[in-house]
Each structure stands twice: as C-alpha cells, then as structure tokens.
C-alpha cells in the first residue's frame, strides 16, 4: 500500500484540502499530522482513499465526502460526515452537534459522547455512537438507522419519518411523531453482527437491554396524526 504524510500545520484548509484530493489520486493511505483541529477537512473527496487525521478535527470534517475510509484518532467538532454520500468516518474521542446530518449512505462511529441532533435529516446509512447522544437526535430522520450505546437525551427522534434509533441506555424524553419499542430477533441480529465489527463488544445479555425509537406515524404532516400499522 502507497502512503502518503501531508503536514497540516500553519496552512489553510483550502491549501489541506488541494493537496489531499491530488494526494487521493496517486495513494492508496493519507496520514494528515498536526490538523489542529482544522475546519472543513476532507470537504468533498470522492476517491476511495484512506485518510488518517492525527489529532482533532474542526466542523464538518469529512462533508460530502463519496467513498473514502477516514479515521480521527482524536475529537471532532460539529457536523462531522455532514451529506456524506458514501463512505466510513470513525473518530476515537467525542464529537459534537450534528454528527452524520443529512447523510445518505456509508457509516459514522463515534466512540464517546456527541451532541445534539445527531443524524438531523439523515436519509440512509449507519451512525454508531459508543457513549451518550444529545437532545433531539434523529431530527426528521428520514431513514438509516443511529445506535446509541449510552443514554439519549431529550426529545428523542423528534418529528422522524422513517428509519430507527437503537438506545442501550435511557432515553429522557420522546420528541413528536416518536414512540418506543422493544427490539425484534432480526433487530439483534443486525446489532450482533454490526457492532464488533467496529470494535463495540457487548456481553451477550445487552443485546436484550436495547429498545428502538421509530415513527409513530408515516404521515405526522398531513392530516390527522394516527399511528400506522
């Protein structure tokens, strides 16, 4: 495999972000040292490229990327995997608003806590937080699924339309057009075979432990708000 270091250090992200997509093209792995917890890293890469951040990453790490792998040893801050079409983006700390908003494909893993709205508007994909999520995650979720591991704070799944949230821990409040479920033997089979695989081992009795958030209603915009079968 083909490597490559670019030294983030004293530049822009416009310069980072150049010398990246020319970097994507002829190697395979990019390790990017010193990102000083830089904004708008890997905006818009679309080659199937790994790309390690050695540190923090700023807002909107990884936005409309299409195919590459990325790993953030460290933290990210809001928006990380923003309209992610395609792809994985792990980060080994915390991250914060917005992880995963509006994405459409690929799969994002936080290890820690996040904060609000996490998977805002998403219409596909995975995204895997390893600790606590904030208020209103799942804002008009469309579709995909998020898996929380830790507790999820208010108004959970908040106007969804499509799509579930797995909770391992407490879920403080519901938002509107959200209600709770227990989980199906097809629900835990997809939680066992997706969760080690990046890393999460649960002893086998957690499985049962997790509920699921879906829509109470396919329809909660137009006309009467009734549940559907």
């Keep these: 495999m083909s490597e490559i270091v670019i030294d983030a250090n004293s530049k822009e992200p ?14 395979d792995k990019i390790i990017i040292k010193n990102p000083n917890a830089m904004h ?3 905006a818009g890469l679309t080659d199937p490229v790994e790309v390690v951040i050695e540190g923090s990453a700023g807002y909107f790490a990884g936005t409309m990327i299409d195919g590459a792998k990325v790993h953030i040893t460290e933290n990210a801050g809001w928006f990380p995997a923003d309209n992610m079409t395609g792809g994985e983006v792990i980060i080994d ?11 459409y494909d690929g799969t994002v893993v936080v290890r820690r806590n996040v904060g609000s709205r996490t998977g805002e508007i998403m219409k596909n994909g995975t995204i895997i937080v390893g600790g606590n999520s904030g208020f209103m995650s799942g804002l008009f979720m469309m579709g995909g699924r998020i898996i929380v591991l830790g507790d999820i704070s208010d108004d959970a ?12 821990g407490d879920i403080k409040s519901l938002g509107k057009n959200a209600k709770i479920e227990e989980i199906d033997d097809e629900d835990k089979k997809e939680l066992k075979e997706l969760l080690p695989a990046y890393g999460f081992e649960l002893e086998e009795g957690k499985y049962d432990e997790f509920r699921k958030i879906v829509p109470r209603s396919k329809r909660p915009f ?3 708000d009734t549940e559907e079968g």
Aim: hydrophobic share 35%; net charge positive; no cysteine.
């Design 93 to 103: 700390g915390a991250a914060g608003d917005g992880v995963g908003q509006g994405i």
């Design 14 to 27: 416009r310069e980072i972000n150049r010398a990246i997509k020319k970097a994507a093209k002829e190697y």
């Design 40 to 42: 708008y890293m890997l």
């Design 222 to 224: 137009y006309g009467k």
């Design 157 to 168: 799944g908040e106007s969804i339309i499509r799509g579930t949230i797995y909770v391992l």
